[in-house]
T-cell receptor
Framework: AQSVTQLGSHVSVSEGALVLLRCNYS??????LFWYVQYPNQGLQLLLK??????LVKGINGFEAEFKKSETSFHLTKPSAHMSDAAEYFC?????????????FGTGTSLTVIP | SAVISQKPSRDICQRGTSLTIQCQVD?????MFWYRQQPGQSLTLIAT?????????ESGFVIDKFPISRPNLTFSTLTVSNMSPEDSSIYLC????????????FGPGTRLTVL
């Protein structure tokens, strides 16, 4: 079975501080992994994705994530938080099955940036 | 990537009525998905809609309550029937671009409030 766990439903950081949002997954087959961001009253925007190439993936807005198979993790980081980063972040795993590609989403982490 | 639009962006409806949500994509895609995001929660897949076949519903969702149309490769509708306040959610459509990484791209969502 596939699942995604996001540790910490709410994370607060000061502006300029490191952002670390945690995501662990379980998958019986090699997964594709994604981070999406949802700004208030908007849909989901793809931040970055891991597709079995480089384990360190760089995305938009200065975010990056590292795939660690041994830890079954795909944590999202950004060296310096900006006020505009305040949003909801979702980690997702995609597994191809007989019926097509199935996405499994984590419960989300709300990021607050303190000025 | 794909550009996805949804109509309406939001609506307030009375109990017992139905609302049809439209999803338009700027390119032809095989698979389209409909998700529900209840207040403060993550995304739950309602159904997968492939052109030319019946939609496939996830556990807990039925066609009578959420009929879906997929008349061509760029368009789909989701109807929320006989609405109750528990149906108040954001409804999002997404598309699978396939071709290897199978990334899902999301529309902006339809925010539904049922009184």
């Amino acid at each position: 079975a596939q699942s995604v766990t996001q540790l910490g439903s709410h994370v607060s950081v000061s502006e300029g501080a490191l952002v670390l949002l945690r995501c662990n997954y379980s998958s019986s087959v090699p997964p594709y992994l994604f981070w999406y961001v949802q700004y208030p009253n908007q849909g989901l925007q793809l931040l970055l994705k891991y597709t079995s190439a480089a384990t360190l993936v760089k995305g938009i807005n200065g975010f990056e994530a590292e795939f660690k198979k041994s830890e079954t993790s795909f944590h999202l980081t950004k060296p310096s938080a900006h006020m505009s980063d305040a949003a909801e972040y979702f980690c997702a795993v995609s597994v191809r099955g007989s019926g097509g590609n199935q996405f499994y989403f984590g419960t989300g982490t709300s990021l607050t940036v303190i000025p | 990537s794909a550009v996805i639009s949804q109509k309406p962006s939001r609506d307030i409806c009375q109990r017992g009525t139905s609302l049809t949500i439209q999803c338009q994509v700027d390119s032809q895609v095989t698979m389209m998905f409909w998700y529900r995001q209840q207040p403060g929660q993550s995304l739950t897949l309602i159904a997968t809609a492939n052109q030319g076949s019946e939609a496939t519903y996830e556990s807990g969702f039925v066609i009578d309550k959420f009929p879906i149309s997929r008349p061509n490769l760029t368009f789909s509708t989701l109807t929320v029937s006989n609405m109750s306040p528990e149906d108040s959610s954001i409804y999002l459509c997404s598309v699978d671009t396939a071709g290897g990484t199978d990334t899902q791209y999301f529309g902006p969502g339809t925010r539904l409030t049922v009184l």
